[in-house]
């Protein structure tokens, strides 16, 4: 049974940085395109960040793009998204996932990490 496990949220000025993290266990990480998605209070989820299994150009969000970076290490199973300069439009709880644009995901969703962006 596939677990996503993502952490490294919180609370954090305009602005500022945070690092989230998202382990996957019980699965071939390195099989499949990984994907940070957001949903705000009120709103749809929206798909945020998408990386192929070896790495590769990523793709964003025009929203995210030139602030967050994606990655992942395939030998710790561990999908990561650098966010800087942060909005309070990033506020949102933040999950990952398999997929990407064109691409449904296929695992049910973790308990994802609140970041809220505020002064």
């Known amino acids: 049974q596939v677990q996503l496990v993502e952490s490294g949220g919180g609370l954090a000025q305009p602005g500022g940085s945070l690092r989230l993290s998202c382990v996957a266990s019980?699965?071939?990480?390195?099989?499949?395109?990984m994907s940070w998605y957001r949903q705000a209070p009120g709103k749809e989820r929206e798909l945020v960040a998408s990386?192929?299994?070896?790495?590769?150009?990523?793709n964003y969000v025009d929203s995210v793009r030139g602030r967050f970076t994606i990655s992942r290490d395939n030998v710790k199973g561990t999908l990561y998204l650098q966010m800087n300069r942060l909005k309070p439009d990033d506020t949102a709880r933040y999950y990952c996932?398999?997929?990407?644009?064109?691409?449904?995901?296929?695992?049910?969703w973790g308990q994802g990490t609140q970041v809220t962006v505020s002064t």
């Open positions: 996932n398999t997929g990407g644009w064109g691409m449904e995901p296929l695992w049910s």
């Open positions: 019980g699965v071939f990480f390195s099989a499949f395109t």
């Open positions: 990386i192929r299994q070896l790495g590769g150009t990523p």
